[in-house]
């Protein structure tokens, strides 16, 4: 008996090219082995999620990680992310014609030289957590503090800060416009202003209500504590 012709043979005995076109293997060129068409094997690729963006210098595009330097923009007043090799090229006053200067990494706390309830009255700050620094743009020291809506300018009055400063000579030397004086109910900070801005932001995200909410309470206690764990007790300072 002769052969049937192909087109009449059973599909599956048919030769792979001549079978339908949907009844072919597809071939999984990632795991390089056939595969029936439909499986998950074929789609892991439009699967996969694509790596996470890699936080990248701001001058160089060198990766960086959470913990790096800053620097600042005086003019603009902004804060750059930078490694640390471009933040070492303005370490010194007077880099890039003065208007650039690296966020330093210096933190010191007295906890006697914090204020009373009666200089938060007179500096006209309504909650208990401010910091100044002086703008050297503006040549006078402002006070920002923290609010549900970001840092708030306070209007200080000169001669009641210039008071309070003379007051605390043991953190009186504060670098203009990268460092500031940060006060809560219990102590002054001498800390990077990058600092005082993570407290912002802190504020920002945990506030809820008109008095912040518990979760607010204990992240800023924790914020404060870090400070404490983190920064030198300055000689004088102690109570």
């Not at 012709?5 to 030769?15: A, I, S, T």
């Not at 060198?62 to 303005?90: K, Q, W, Y």
């Not at 309470?217 to 983190?230: C, K, N, Q």
């Amino acid at each position: 008996m002769n052969e049937s012709p192909v087109h009449d043979r059973p599909v599956h005995d048919r030769p792979v090219h001549d079978r339908p076109v949907h009844d072919r293997p597809v071939h999984d060129r990632s795991a390089d082995t056939p595969v029936s068409r439909g499986r998950s094997g074929g789609l892991r690729r439009f699967r996969e999620r694509p790596p996470a963006d890699v936080q990248r210098c701001e001058m160089c595009a060198e990766p960086i990680g959470d913990a790096h330097r800053h620097v600042v923009n005086l003019e603009s007043r902004a804060l750059m992310c930078t490694c640390r090799g471009c933040a070492l090229l303005f370490t010194r006053e007077g880099a890039a014609g003065g208007r650039l200067r690296a966020v330093p990494d210096r933190f010191a706390y007295a906890p006697a030289l914090g204020l009373s309830p009666q200089d938060w009255d007179e500096l006209q700050i309504p909650v208990r957590m401010a910091f100044f620094f002086h703008n050297s743009s503006l040549g006078h020291t402002i006070a920002f503090y923290p609010s549900p809506g970001g840092a708030t300018e306070s209007q200080l009055p000169l001669a009641a800060w210039e008071r309070l400063l003379a007051e605390r000579a043991a953190v009186a030397d504060v670098e203009p416009d990268v460092e500031a004086l940060l006060f809560d109910e219990d102590a002054c900070y001498l800390v990077p202003i990058d600092t005082c801005y993570e407290l912002v932001g802190l504020v920002r995200m945990h506030w809820r209500g008109f008095d912040g909410g518990q979760e607010a309470r204990e992240a800023i206690a924790g914020f404060f504590a870090r400070l404490r764990a983190r920064g030198r007790a300055v000689p004088g300072g102690e109570r």
